[in-house]
């Protein structure tokens, strides 16, 4: 009679499965993965079902971009519905730049192809380290290695490749709902306030809660058909394209309706089979004010700060990176703390043609081939972390570990 109940039990779970989900074994809340495996572990193992993911833009959108399609691209490969809100970009044009999938086999054969290019590199160069040796420091010769990636011991989530974009069949399998302001709202009606509020944020607020509602991702009601994702992407809220105008005045309340937005929209998700990914001209919001209140009406909160129009790009201390990854923030679900994530000194580059966030490891170079200007930027670099291994540098002196 036992085993019979347990078989039961079992077929329940399965049956309540929802695809491409898994839940969290710390506060058994449900888990998607936002399209990038080393974004999903620093954020606790990946996106709370019925939260909001803020990224904060870096200066071209270039990666935060990118970012939101890693995200939708995940929602197509799990089969969960998509709805793409944007002011610039029109929906379909970002749904046909999706980046196309990499088969497993495919990653598992670049691991071990790498795996075996390193052991030959490694065999090759033991004779010349040995015989070498001696020009390292004492102290630096028995320090472990930095692991730089990022990995958890269970696969989530799906690897991309941003070269390729994804295949007609694959774009045409996805139920798709798009939002482009032009269409939606006249330019006259953009700016114009209903209750604190621009019109085309109360479009957009009207057109989520129906697509959450006739399409049966209403947490509240009961569920007919099987129960699925709605993933929801919005690019560059905030922006003079949404009828914004927070990076030019400084008075507080031109800012209640991107703070009023984000908290109906919140209010949307918690009760909803969804998950959502924003993206925010942070870099445009001079008012710190403004900024600290759509952080804290948001659950994640990550920055992205790119190398591109910075003096680090040709910084020799960050020659292996292409911007920095900065966690702003994490959210508490079911339990008092939150997940913190093991170090804070975080970098994102391209690589093998994937986006991957790694530990930023600052290696010593004290070799004499080194030039003493090159020292100098090392050292001075150094001080601009305040956490990990960059902290020990002061001055001009070398970085100490």
Not at 122 to 140: D, F, H, L, P
Request: aromatic share 6%; net charge neutral.
């Amino acid at each position: 009679m036992a085993s019979c109940s347990g078989t039961s039990f079992q077929r329940k779970i399965r049956s309540q499965r929802v695809p491409g989900t898994r839940p969290s074994l710390r506060n058994g809340q449900l888990l998607l993965s936002t399209g990038v495996p080393s974004l999903d572990y620093i954020i606790g193992g990946g996106l709370a079902v019925g939260t909001l993911l803020l990224i904060e833009e870096d200066s071209y959108e270039s990666y935060s971009r990118m970012l939101l399609k890693y995200f939708l691209a995940e929602g197509i490969v799990s089969g969960h519905s998509l709805f793409i809100a944007s002011a610039k970009d029109h929906p379909e044009e970002i749904l046909q730049e999706l980046p196309a999938p990499l088969l497993d086999d495919v990653i598992e054969t670049n691991e071990t192809i790498r795996e075996t290019e390193n052991n030959s590199e490694n065999s090759n160069s033991s004779t010349a380290v040995s015989q070498n040796s001696m020009t390292i420091a004492w102290r630096y010769q028995n320090l472990p290695k930095v692991q730089t990636a990022l990995t958890s011991s269970s696969r989530f989530g799906h690897y991309y490749n941003v070269s390729k974009t994804m295949s007609t069949e694959l774009q045409q399998s996805v139920k798709f709902h798009g939002f482009f302001l032009p269409d939606e709202v006249p330019l006259d009606l953009a700016v114009t306030d209903c209750g604190n509020m621009n019109f085309g944020y109360v479009k957009l607020l009207r057109s989520i809660q129906r697509v959450i509602r006739e399409e049966g991702f209403d947490g509240v009601c009961p569920q007919i058909k099987q129960r699925n994702i709605l993933r929801i992407g919005i690019h560059s809220l905030g922006s003079l394209l949404w009828g914004e105008d927070i990076d030019v005045h400084e008075n507080p309340k031109h800012a209640c309706g991107l703070t009023k937005f984000l908290y109906a929209l919140r209010g949307l998700l918690r009760t909803s089979l969804s998950a959502c990914v924003i993206t925010v001209p942070a870099y445009l919001i001079q008012n710190k004010a403004i900024m600290d209140r759509v952080v804290k009406l948001s659950d994640t909160v990550i920055g992205l700060e790119s190398f591109n129009v910075s003096e680090r790009e040709s910084n020799p201390l960050y020659k292996d990176y292409h911007g920095l990854l900065h966690v702003r923030q994490i959210p508490r679900l079911n339990s008092l703390i939150c997940e913190v994530p093991d170090t804070k000194d975080l970098a994102f580059k391209l690589k093998r043609k994937m986006f991957t966030i790694e530990r930023l490891h600052l290696p010593p170079d004290l070799s004499d081939t080194v030039s003493r200007s090159s020292k100098q930027n090392l050292a001075e670099s150094a001080k601009l972390l305040s956490t990990g291994c960059g902290g020990a540098a002061r001055g001009k002196e070398h970085l100490d570990f």
